[in-house]
């Protein structure tokens, strides 16, 4: 069975500061991708970051990259120098067979000033 | 370039009552899927509507279907509500279906409050 794995409840970060949101995943598939969505409180999911299973190279987005190590099934995404605005839920969400989106439990994220 | 519009973005009903929701994809996006969002499941899929055909479909009751619309437009029903349909629903849009484009766009979503 699939399964995305986000471990921190919660994470605070200050202003300007780098920040890394963890998530590993389960699958017996050989091809996959692995996404990470951000929901504001407004409840809208906005696409951040994808990462396929056969990208050699980590994606990167702007301030947000995707630190993916494949051998030990973990996509973790870093953000750097934080900004208030970043301050959200974010979800881990991997695609295999069947097509289906399956999300993990997401991460609180708080940036102080 | 319009993003995805779900309507209602409110709605109470009663425990027994149907429901439908709606969504309007960006212009040109022929895939739309639905997702339910509670505390409890979390994100769950529920369907995927690719050019009018349902490609995919999550582990729900009958009570929740959809359908799609020749001009990509989406409604999802649930039937005979019960407390525990009180969520979130998530609508996403994409150009391809989603096997094919990694891209999906979120709607607003629908809160849904069953009592």
């Known amino acids: 069975a699939q399964k995305i794995t986000q471990t921190q409840p919660g994470m605070f970060v200050q202003e300007k500061e780098a920040v890394t949101l963890d998530c590993t995943y389960d699958?017996?598939?050989?091809?996959?991708?692995l996404f990470w969505y951000k929901q504001p409180s407004s409840g809208e999911m906005i696409f951040l970051i994808y990462?396929?299973?056969?990208?050699?190279q980590n994606a990167t987005e702007g301030r947000y990259s995707l630190n993916f190590q494949k051998a030990r099934k973990s996509a973790n995404l870093v953000i750097s120098a934080s900004q208030l605005g970043d301050s959200a839920m974010y979800f881990c969400?991997?695609?295999?067979?069947?097509?289906?989106?399956?999300f993990g439990t997401g991460t609180r994220l708080q940036v102080f000033p | 370039k319009a993003g995805v519009t779900q309507t209602p973005r409110y709605l109470i009903k009663t425990r027994g009552q149907q429901v439908t929701l709606s969504c309007s994809p960006i212009?040109?996006?022929?895939?739309v899927s639905w997702y339910q969002q509670t505390p409890g499941q979390g994100l769950q899929f529920l369907f995927e509507?690719?050019?009018?055909?349902?490609?995919n479909k999550g582990n729900f009751p009958g009570r929740f279907s959809g359908r799609q619309f020749s001009n990509s437009r989406s409604e999802m029903n649930v039937s005979t509500l019960e407390l525990g349909d009180s969520a979130l629903y998530l609508c996403?849009?994409?150009?391809?279906?989603?096997?094919?484009?990694?891209?999906?766009?979120f709607g607003p979503g629908t809160r849904l409050t069953v009592t």
């Open positions: 996403a849009s994409s150009l391809l279906p989603t096997s094919a484009s990694y891209e999906q766009y």
């Open positions: 699958t017996s598939d050989q091809s996959y991708g």
């Open positions: 990462q396929g299973s056969y990208d050699e």
């Open positions: 969400a991997m695609r295999g067979r069947g097509d289906k989106l399956i």
């Open positions: 212009s040109g996006h022929r895939s």
């Open positions: 509507y690719f050019s009018e055909t349902q490609r």
